[in-house]
């Protein structure tokens, strides 16, 4: 009898022994799980940020660049006589275009079209021309 109670005892002390071994288990996977879950939400939160700058950035760009200039529907026709004009004719009627209007249609214009009207410009008006092109085409 005393050594069924002793291997009773055994038994009971063996199965508490697993059983705070699976809780030591079971704890240590929980406490690593939540170390990854951290490690994965600090990572997040710093790619958060970083995201969150680059957009803060592009909003500053956005308001510091200035918009592309629409086409106005009257320009391009303009464009579109002047690309089937002879260049002479079209350089004639260049002349007497308001040098900017003259630059926003050559710049629309085919280049060799643009060129051979540029030729057959006055050479004051066509140099005056060219310059507000050059100063437009960077800003583009």
Known sequence: MLRSVILLL???SIALSQSALQKKLREDRER???EEISSISKDLEEKL???EEERKRLEELKKTSKP???QR???QKLVDIFNKASPDEAGA???NLEPSLAAEILLNLKERQAA???EAMDPQKAAEVSRIVLERR???
């Open 93 to 95: 009627i260049m002349n």
């Open 32 to 34: 690593k799980a939540k």
């Open 138 to 140: 960077g800003k583009r």
């Open 49 to 51: 940020k970083k995201i």
């Open 68 to 70: 592309k200039e629409e």
């Open 10 to 12: 055994l038994v009971f």
């Open 73 to 75: 529907p009257e320009v």
């Open 116 to 118: 051979a009207i540029l």
